[in-house]
């Protein structure tokens, strides 16, 4: 019984996800379209990407990357921008959850091997910011936006000027918020080490590999064969490091927000809602069934995509389940502190329904 509480304690989301998938199932009973609900190629990614940054962790690779950082910007308040800055470039670039499945673990190096872990949930919040928002502005950045960018044949010049407002409100709250960090000096623990040259190489290429499976460069099967194959001789112990619970939280989560989408009651009542408010309602409707459920759901009910567009994006702030990387976050947080799970939500949710008010009321205004 100790071990199942303690299971239970360490892997929380995954079993909120399961209990949220197991009695939508009893309302939608398991059928032929519960296979339309796993985006495989996210799954795919998830796993590439968790394998190849266990076997850089493991070579020292974000040691050396956290020790260059401090090492040239020197203080608290510069490294966390640094390092938020570079998660919200490179969710435009590689997607909102590879980015913070890169840069978590870099963020967390930085900030404990210098000793300073106290900033660690702002940082960790404010990175989780940064992806949802950062990528709202290419039409690869979010998932929803990739959809939406299809669905309603946007023109990418068009799709860039619907976004470029919020973007660029959003850039400015986080570094606002970013600048009221002590500019208190930074000193990493211990001497960077010499990366092993070949496995550094190969690893990278690697991690390439899943780049262009997001870009859809390469199918995502290639990478589900190369990458577990070349680890299994260079690094066995990355493959077991993988974040298992992770993947099997998203499994039920697409299982949870699919069932909520075919639940007819839940339809009527976002059509009619959408009538009313296209952005308000699709922010709002991130907040119980996640972003990318909404922008699929809602997209059937209405043609006015730009307010649909925005709302989908800035609905990923908000609750912990408004966006599938912000469970990302949280899941990587609690990995490295269990017990401090209560602090990290209320700072979580004070700065992610700020950055979802502020942005609502501009918008709306705006649209």
Not at 142 to 160: G, R
Not at 231 to 254: G, S
Request: charged share 10%.
């Amino acid at each position: 019984m100790a071990k199942i509480i303690d299971f239970v304690k360490k892997n929380a989301v995954m079993c909120i996800a399961f209990l949220a998938a197991l009695i939508t199932a009893f309302i939608v009973p398991p059928d032929r379209e519960y296979i339309g609900y796993f985006d495989f190629k996210t799954l795919t990614c998830l796993f590439c990407v968790l394998a190849v940054v266990c076997a850089l962790r493991n070579i020292g690779f974000f040691f050396c990357l956290a020790h260059t950082i401090v090492k040239k910007f020197k203080t608290a308040r510069t490294c966390i921008l640094v390092l938020v800055y570079v998660t919200f470039i490179g969710s435009m670039f590689i997607a909102n959850d590879m980015a913070l499945l890169t840069f978590l673990p870099l963020g967390y190096l930085v900030l404990s091997e210098s000793g300073e872990e106290g900033y660690l949930a702002f940082t960790f919040v404010m990175q989780n910011i940064a992806a949802n928002l950062g990528g709202m502005l290419t039409p690869f950045g979010n998932p929803q936006n990739l959809y939406l960018y299809t669905k309603f044949n946007i023109p990418t010049i068009e799709f860039m000027g619907i976004m470029i407002i919020p973007f660029l409100i959003a850039v400015v709250l986080i570094t606002i918020c970013c600048c009221f960090v002590k500019n208190e000096p930074l000193n990493i623990r211990g001497e960077q080490s010499r990366l092993p040259k070949k496995r550094t190489i190969i690893y990278l290429v690697l991690f390439a590999l899943s780049i262009l499976i997001v870009f859809r460069g390469i199918h995502y099967i290639i990478g589900l064969v190369v990458i577990p194959f070349v680890l299994l001789f260079m690094d066995k112990k990355a493959l077991k490091q993988v974040d298992y619970p992770l993947l099997f939280t998203f499994v039920f989560f697409f299982i949870f927000a699919g069932n909520m989408a075919r639940i007819e009651s839940v339809k009527n009542l976002l059509s009619a809602l959408l009538e009313k408010n296209t952005l308000l309602f699709s922010a709002l409707s991130c907040q119980v069934i996640s972003n990318v459920p909404s922008a699929i759901l809602l997209s059937q009910f209405t043609s006015d995509y730009a307010p649909l567009l925005i709302g989908v994006n800035i609905g990923g702030a908000g609750t912990l389940i408004a966006s599938l990387a912000s469970l990302i976050t949280f899941r990587e947080y609690t990995r490295h502190y269990p017990n401090r799970v209560g602090r990290y939500i209320v700072m979580f949710s004070l700065f992610n329904f700020g950055f979802l008010i502020i942005l609502t009321l501009i918008m709306s205004f705006l649209v």
